[in-house]
T-cell receptor
Framework: NAGVTQTPKFRILKIGQSMTLQCTQDMNHNYMYWYRQDPGMGLKLIYYSVGAGITDKGEVPNGYNVSRSTTEDFPLRLELAAPSQTSVYFC?????????????FGEGSRLTVL | KNEVEQSPQNLTAQEGEFITINCSYSVGISALHWLQQHPGGGIVSLFMLSSGKKKHGRLIATINIQEKHSSLHITASHPRDSAVYICAVRGHGGSQGNLIFGKGTKLSVKP
């Protein structure tokens, strides 16, 4: 199994550009998450989804959008990129958030906005 | 005050030493996760705890719900254990998606 796959691994954007970070999981997990990790800070939740067609905002959703049209895919869209969105982004999934909710992470996407 | 505090922030050990990383939290929780972030950036789940103790190989995780404290122990440490160890808690109620993460403990094990 591939687990959680994120693309691209690295990307440089100019201010105002848009892009989509792709995330796919092949474990049939219901729950999927997007986090950002800034230097010296804990991971922060951007958006999450509890199943196809259902998404909700996390702690830091501004400037981002998501969709969940299938169980497998959970893309993160950045509209009008800003330098504050320079970060490392992680997609994660879990079968459930309850006691058996082990998290599986993608390898991360390093985004720089100049 | 952060809701999840880890100590120490940085830890350097000699190969073979017994290592303890601590995590204290201020909210009621339904579960606590220990994660390992490799130098290359990837994150791997080590343990998920809601009570007691879990062991996997040389790693042991304990949690004391009453004291709102968890520890991650590494026995017979090895340079390949060098990584950032992250504690995260899931609170009761509120946003179902939200884990609260500590800032991590950077461990370096010297040969």
């Amino acid at each position: 199994n591939a687990g959680v796959t994120q693309t691209p691994k690295f990307r440089i954007l100019k201010i105002g550009q848009s892009m989509t970070l792709q995330c796919t999981q092949d474990m049939n997990h219901n729950y999927m998450y997007w986090y950002r990790q800034d230097p010296g800070m804990g991971l922060k939740l951007i958006y999450y989804s509890v199943g196809a067609g259902i998404t909700d905002k996390g702690e830091v959703p501004n400037g981002y959008n998501v969709s969940r049209s299938t169980t497998e895919d959970f893309p993160l869209r950045l509209e009008l990129a800003a330098p504050s969105q320079t970060s490392v982004y992680f997609c994660a999934s879990s079968y459930t958030i309850e006691r058996s909710g082990e998290l599986f992470f993608g390898e991360g996407s390093r985004l720089t906005v100049l | 005050k952060n809701e999840v505090e880890q100590s120490p922030q940085n830890l350097t050990a000699q190969e073979g030493e017994f290592i303890t990383i601590n995590c204290s939290y201020s909210v009621g929780i339904s579960a606590l996760h220990w994660l390992q972030q490799h130098p290359g950036g990837g994150i791997v789940s080590l343990f998920m705890l809601s009570s007691g103790k879990k062991k996997h190989g040389r790693l042991i995780a304990t949690i004391n719900i009453q004291e709102k404290h968890s520890s991650l122990h590494i026995t017979a440490s090895h340079p390949r254990d060098s990584a950032v160890y992250i504690c995260a808690v899931r609170g009761h109620g509120g946003s179902q998606g939200n884990l609260i993460f500590g800032k991590g403990t950077k461990l370096s094990v010297k040969p």
